[in-house]
């Protein structure tokens, strides 16, 4: 991998925001488990209600995120482009998609396992809070014409108990 992508890429890792707080070993340790997948204009990148244990991050493109509510009706969420991420939810807490999430052009995408997560949080617990604050913003608004919504400390204590972290 050229110097100039080196840099492109992990300039993109310290654009998403609760990575701000990852020194530069952590965000190099992320770095080094990045792999790159692409989809074309309009792919399912992750359906609601599977299982999943990716994390996105959108290196280029645009797609959009929809909740499929009670009714049958579905919902767009928001729209996300460059440097946004999705899929956060189930990776950290074990739970099934929240929602469907659909390449609205090209998009190239990196991915990030469960288990890339939890080398971080090993070596780095507090980010755990950070994540689970960012996290309930997105669930309030998956949540707010439907469930119930999950408070940060209740949300925190799930990430921390599913990666086995105190």
């Known amino acids: 991998m050229d110097e100039e992508r080196t840099g492109n890429i992990f300039s993109l890792l310290k654009k998403i925001d609760f990575l701000y707080d990852l020194n530069e070993e ?7 488990r990045l792999k790159k997948l692409s989809y074309a204009r309009g792919r399912e990148i992750i359906k609601q209600g599977d299982l999943g244990d990716v994390f ?3 290196s280029s493109g645009k ?3 929809w909740r499929e509510k009670p009714d049958g009706s579905r919902v767009l969420i928001r729209t996300l482009g460059e440097a946004s991420f999705f899929g956060e939810m189930s990776l950290l807490t074990g739970d099934r998609r929240a929602a469907t ?3 609205e052009e090209d998009t190239a995408v990196y991915i990030l396992f469960k288990n890339d997560f939890e080398l971080i949080f090993k070596k780095n617990p507090n980010i755990m809070k950070k ?3 960012i996290v309930s913003m997105r669930n309030e608004q998956l949540t707010m014409a439907d ?6 400390e209740t949300l925190y204590k799930r990430i921390s108990d599913f990666f086995k972290i105190k």
Not at 26 to 32: A, T, V
Not at 147 to 152: M, P, V
């Open 56 to 58: 996105f991050i959108i």
């Open 131 to 133: 994540i689970s604050n």
């Open 63 to 65: 797609v959009s995120v």
């Open 147 to 152: 469930e119930g919504l999950i408070d940060d």
């Open 101 to 103: 999430v659909t390449a």
């Open 26 to 32: 952590e965000l190099k340790l992320l770095f080094g």
